[in-house]
């Protein structure tokens, strides 16, 4: 088992440009949650699904789209990219009864 | 809404010493807590949970945490630290909703000096 996979590691973007962070999982969770880490302020909740066909928006959700359309997958779009979205973003999922979250590897994300 | 405050944004402890890690949470509701551990470039792990039962939480790599309800704390400890556990640690509550979204402290770094 993969666990949660995210891709691409690394990516640069320049400001207005727009991009899909990938994440998927193999452990037949319900839940997913994508967070972005900064420095100094831990981790915040952007978007989070609690099943296929259902999403909702966490903490910090403007600039960023989310849709699930399979248990498996859970893309981040970012419409159209600002400094200010320069961060490590993470994936998480979450089954009934686990209590616990299981994180991906991350991605960093650089927008000049 | 919940909260959680970690007091001490960098923590210097000599190896092979004691150490403990505050944190702070304040919420309206029950909630599960939890430690993870981020060492330099790589996500997150789980370090321990805390769900019901004993206030005494034994996690891996040697730490425990205590759950103080009256004083809503869940501050972490080692008796004796390692080069290897220089990271940066996160205390976490969530609310017990289906989703167990999670809120997080802004992280303290542990720096284990030889």
């Known amino acids: 088992n993969a666990g949660v996979t995210q891709t691409p590691k690394f990516q640069v973007l320049k400001t207005g440009q727009s991009m899909t962070l990938q994440c998927a999982q193999d452990?037949?969770?319900?839940?997913m949650s994508w967070y972005r880490q900064d420095p100094g302020m831990g981790l915040r909740l952007i978007h989070y699904s609690v099943g296929a066909g259902i999403t909702d928006q966490g903490e910090v959700p403007n600039g960023y789209n989310v849709s699930r359309s399979t248990t498996e997958d859970f893309p981040l779009r970012l419409l159209s990219a600002a400094p200010s979205q320069t961060s490590v973003y993470f994936c998480?999922?979450?089954?009934?009864?686990?209590?616990?979250?299981?994180f991906g590897p991350g991605t960093r994300l650089t927008v000049t | 809404a919940q909260s959680v405050t970690q007091l001490d944004s960098q923590v210097p402890v000599f190896e092979e010493a004691p150490v403990e890690l505050r944190c702070n949470y304040s919420s309206s509701v029950s909630v599960y807590l939890f430690w993870y551990v981020q060492y330099p470039n790589q996500g997150l792990q789980l370090l321990l949970k805390?769900?019901?039962?004993?206030?005494l939480v034994k996690g891996i790599n040697g730490f425990e945490a205590e759950f103080n309800k009256s004083q809503t704390s869940f501050h972490l400890r080692k008796p004796s630290v390692h080069i290897s556990d220089t990271a940066e640690y996160f205390c976490?509550?969530?609310?017990?909703?289906?989703?167990?979204?999670?809120?997080f402290g802004t992280g303290t770094r542990l720096t284990v000096i030889p």
């Open positions: 976490a509550v969530s609310d017990r909703t289906g989703a167990n979204n999670l809120f």
């Open positions: 805390y769900l019901s039962g004993s206030t």
């Open positions: 998480a999922t979450y089954g009934t009864g686990v209590g616990e979250q299981y």
């Open positions: 452990m037949n969770h319900e839940y």
